[in-house]
């Protein structure tokens, strides 16, 4: 009864160093999602992700950002040369197929929260 | 450009009373809505969801009204337990538009607090 899995849970860089979060999404899931959620905000959706394939990455920085969900194993977003803006939680989520009897149920993850010094 | 909003940052009621967290959208483009509640240092949970060709759903404690004119929707907890204590977010799609992608725009959250 595995649940959308990200690692690391808590990671610390130092400016201009890089950050790699991982994602493993639900059993039967093939729609995966990052969402950020900066200080006193809600999450803001990033990019949409299925198996080697990127749907929509209209919410992702022109700059540093980059994700991918490989053929075998997690997605991963990456964030080069971070700055102290970075520092948020970031979310994973994903979804079955569309047109399943879940629909738009969408499983979170318990974030990673990411932490520039 | 919000396109989601909860305007209350925060609601505090009495256990055993009813809780009523409004939230309210812009985008008349949005044709299903959900509820997530998230604890601190955690991801957030789905609660309940509502189609736009409904007006209320309700599952258990949990009842979502939808005003897709007045584009407003409430999420009721009835009774309001000291657990429910709890950042909740209202979240939007646009299926239409969106396809198959189920991109979630969500408000800033409403932190409620239960008393005992």
């Known amino acids: 009864n595995a649940g959308v899995m990200q690692n690391p849970r808590h990671l610390v860089r130092r400016r201009g160093q890089e950050a790699r979060l991982r994602c493993s999404p639900m059993k039967g899931h093939s729609h995966v999602y990052w969402y950020r959620q900066l200080p006193e905000e809600g999450l803001k959706f990033m990019v949409y992700l299925q198996k080697e394939n990127i749907i929509d990455e209209s919410g992702m920085p022109k700059e540093r950002f980059s994700a991918e969900f490989p053929k075998e194993g997690p997605s991963i977003l990456r964030i080069q040369q971070v700055v102290r803006g970075d520092s948020a939680a970031y979310f994973c989520a994903s979804s079955p197929k569309t047109g399943t009897t879940s629909g738009n149920t969408i499983y979170f993850g318990e974030g990673s929260w990411l932490t520039v010094v | 450009d919000q396109q989601v909003k909860q305007n209350s940052p925060s609601l505090s009621v009495q256990e055993g009373r009813i809780s009523i967290l409004n939230c309210d959208y812009t985008n008349s483009m949005f044709d299903y809505f959900l509820w997530y509640k998230k604890y601190p240092a955690e991801g957030p949970t789905f609660l309940i969801s509502i189609s736009s060709i409904k007006d209320k759903n309700e599952d258990g404690r949990f009842t979502v009204f939808l005003n897709k004119s007045a584009k407003h929707l409430s999420l009721h907890i009835v009774p309001s337990q000291p657990g429910d204590s709890a950042v909740y977010f209202c979240?939007?799609?646009?299926?239409?538009?969106?396809?198959?992608?189920?991109?979630?725009?969500f408000g800033k959250g409403i932190t409620l607090s239960v008393r005992p």
């Open positions: 979240a939007a799609i646009d299926n239409l538009n969106t396809g198959a992608n189920s991109k979630l725009t």
